[in-house]
């Protein structure tokens, strides 16, 4: 899709999955750092102008675009699809007292066999991400439900520019399946406004 809107493309493997070295995380933890990596490797490119180098990542590659917006500037623009939770820091903002023990476990379960801390609260973390562009798209039932309710806290508490598209009949990071031309007019604009100036 933005290939043919003239856009280059870097696609990498995280951490540990295909071909890249690593341990793997299913919860993104310190994934940050691989797209830090990848940022860096498109800035010393010659064809790449290190202005307008912008993400998008779903699910978990979202969360992570977030945090690495946040912690550099390298990211001029990011579009992060189906953020949900990482740790039990998102579940008490979310208020599920319900999954609180079982993510408990998780969080710790995670923590003790990678070696790493658990990553700060996305809501703590976007607001960091202006004066750059921030894009938000979630499923009304992505994740069971928790989607719909993180994603419009993470909205809240990002600076502007900002933007939210909720997209109700959409699966986990399915909404370019549910509305294909949407999807793409949407997005595609937006990296049109944020990284060219157009509109």
């Known amino acids: 899709m933005l290939v043919r809107h003239g856009y280059g493309v870097l696609l990498f493997d995280r951490r540990g999955e295909g071909a890249s070295d690593g341990e793997p995380n299913a919860y993104g933890w310190a994934l940050d750092k691989d797209i830090a990596a990848a940022t860096a490797f498109l800035q010393h490119r010659p064809d790449v102008d290190r202005n307008r180098i912008g993400g998008i990542g779903l699910s978990v590659g979202g969360e992570m675009m977030l ?5 550099s500037n390298d990211l ?24 609180l ?6 969080t710790v379960g ?10 700060p609260n996305l809501k703590d973390l976007v607001g960091r991400i202006a004066p750059r562009s921030v ?3 979630y ?4 994740v069971d439900g928790e989607e719909k309710q993180l994603n419009p806290k993470y909205y809240a508490a990002a600076g502007r520019p900002k933007q939210s598209w909720e997209i109700p009949e959409a699966s986990h990071t399915g ?22 100036g157009k509109g």
């Open 67 to 71: 945090q690495a917006a946040s912690e």
């Open 110 to 119: 995670t923590a003790l066999f990678s070696n790493l801390a658990p990553p």
């Open 135 to 137: 894009f938000f798209i």
């Open 175 to 196: 909404g370019i399946v549910a509305r294909p031309k949407e999807y793409e007019r949407r997005v595609v604009g937006f990296f049109d406004r944020a990284l060219l």
């Open 101 to 106: 023990p079982t993510y408990a476990v998780l």
């Open 139 to 142: 499923s009304t039932h992505g």
């Open 76 to 99: 001029k623009a990011v579009v992060s699809e189906g953020a949900g939770s990482r740790s039990v820091r998102e579940v008490i903002e979310k208020k599920a007292w319900f999954d």
